[in-house]
C-alpha cells in the first residue's frame, strides 16, 4: 500500500464509520432501540473493516520506487552528530 492508498484508507474508514453512527443513531431513535442502533453500528465497522483493512490492488495505484541496494551502497550515509551534554546546577 503506498501514501495515497494509506489517505485513502484512513479517510474512507473515517466517512464509514460517521456514515454507520448517524445511520445507527437515526434508526436507533425511530425504533427506540439500543439494540437495533448497535447491531446497524457493528454492521457499519465490520463494513469497514472489510473494505479497509485488506490491501486491496486499488490502493497500490502510486507504488513507490525504491532505490535499488547496489545504487544505495554507493551514496554516503548521513553522520549522527553528538551534541555536548549540558550541565545542570543545583540552586
Given at each position: 500500500?503506498?501514501?495515497q492508498?494509506?489517505?485513502?484508507?484512513?479517510?474512507?474508514m473515517?466517512?464509514?464509520l460517521?456514515?454507520?453512527?448517524v445511520?445507527?443513531?437515526?434508526?436507533g431513535?425511530?425504533?427506540?432501540?439500543?439494540r437495533?442502533?448497535?447491531?446497524?453500528?457493528?454492521?457499519?465497522?465490520?463494513?469497514?473493516?472489510?473494505?479497509t483493512?485488506p490491501?486491496?490492488?486499488?490502493?497500490?495505484?502510486?507504488p513507490?520506487?525504491?532505490?535499488?541496494p547496489?545504487?544505495?551502497?554507493?551514496h554516503?550515509k548521513?553522520?549522527?552528530?553528538?551534541?555536548?551534554?549540558k550541565?545542570f546546577?543545583?540552586?
Open positions: 500500500m503506498d501514501w492508498g494509506q489517505k485513502l484508507v484512513e479517510q474512507l473515517q466517512i464509514l460517521v456514515i454507520s453512527g445511520v445507527a443513531v437515526a434508526v431513535y425511530a425504533t427506540e432501540s439500543f437495533t442502533m448497535m447491531l446497524i453500528y457493528a454492521a457499519g465497522a465490520v463494513l469497514a473493516t472489510l473494505i483493512v490491501n486491496w490492488p486499488f490502493y497500490n495505484r502510486h513507490l520506487k525504491w532505490l535499488d547496489s545504487e544505495a551502497e554507493k554516503p548521513p553522520q549522527v552528530v553528538v551534541s555536548s551534554k550541565k546546577s543545583k540552586r
